[in-house]
């Protein structure tokens, strides 16, 4: 089954931007991923569904500023002009035959 | 307005049993797989089981497999999650969310602790 795997922490400015990266494991690296965010004390929310050709369809009401970007294995979330409200966890979803599967998660500060 | 409600989460004895409950609106429920997912205190999400539209297949993680029997009634626009032989590990937020999104539901929390 497919392991995704996500760097624990990051941290950017407010008004910056940042690129939020998903691996994907060894021998799935076509994979379609979808990314969550779950602000502080909430349930998660759907951002967008991400394909390995780059494309991407972006869930009712998320902002301009979440865009989607791949590269082989890896699975870019980029947030522009980033706001207070952007701190929160990030999270990649994966699903195979019978299993899905979400990465650790990205704890992101907006400085 | 697309809701999933959550209910039926609460504290529980380790051993125990509990049936969480998920009731849909505002889309076709019987068209659309279904998944729960958890979140364990401070932890990330860990996906529980998957059920198709039609009830069959269903899958499940290897942590609840044998415990846990993942439904629903189309019906009744509701998916369930019974859960059996309960363990300190099972606490958590327990979410139900469409499979492939964009849905989730607000969550209910599941305390097993004696």
């Known amino acids: 089954q497919p392991v995704l795997t996500q760097s624990s922490s990051a941290s950017a400015s407010l008004g910056s931007s940042v690129k939020l990266t998903c691996t994907l494991s060894?021998?799935?690296?076509?994979?379609?991923i979808a990314w969550h965010q779950q602000q502080p004390g909430k349930a998660p929310r759907y951002l967008m569904k991400l394909q390995g050709g780059g494309g991407y369809n972006k869930g009712s009401g998320v902002p301009d500023r979440f865009s989607g970007s791949s590269s082989g294995a890896d699975r870019y979330l980029t947030i522009s002009n980033l706001q207070s409200e952007d701190e929160a966890d990030y999270y990649c979803e994966t699903w195979d035959s019978n299993t899905w599967v979400f990465g650790g998660g990205t704890k992101l500060t907006v400085l | 307005e697309v809701q999933l409600v959550e209910s039926g989460g609460g504290l529980v004895q380790p051993g125990g049993s509990l049936r969480l409950s998920c009731a849909a609106s505002?889309?076709?429920?019987?068209?659309?797989?279904m998944n729960w997912v958890r979140q364990a205190p401070g932890k990330g999400l860990e996906w529980v089981s998957y059920i198709s539209s039609s009830s069959s297949p269903i899958y499940y993680a290897d942590s609840v497999k044998g415990r846990f029997t993942i439904s629903r009634d189309n019906a009744k626009n509701s998916l369930y999650l019974q859960m059996n032989s309960l363990r300190d590990e099972d606490t958590a937020v327990y979410y139900c969310?469409?499979?492939?999104?964009?849905?989730w539901g607000q969550g209910t929390l599941v305390t097993v602790s004696s």
């Open positions: 060894s021998g799935h690296s076509s994979y379609i």
């Open positions: 969310a469409r499979a492939g999104g964009p849905y």
């Open positions: 505002g889309f076709i429920f019987s068209s659309y797989s």
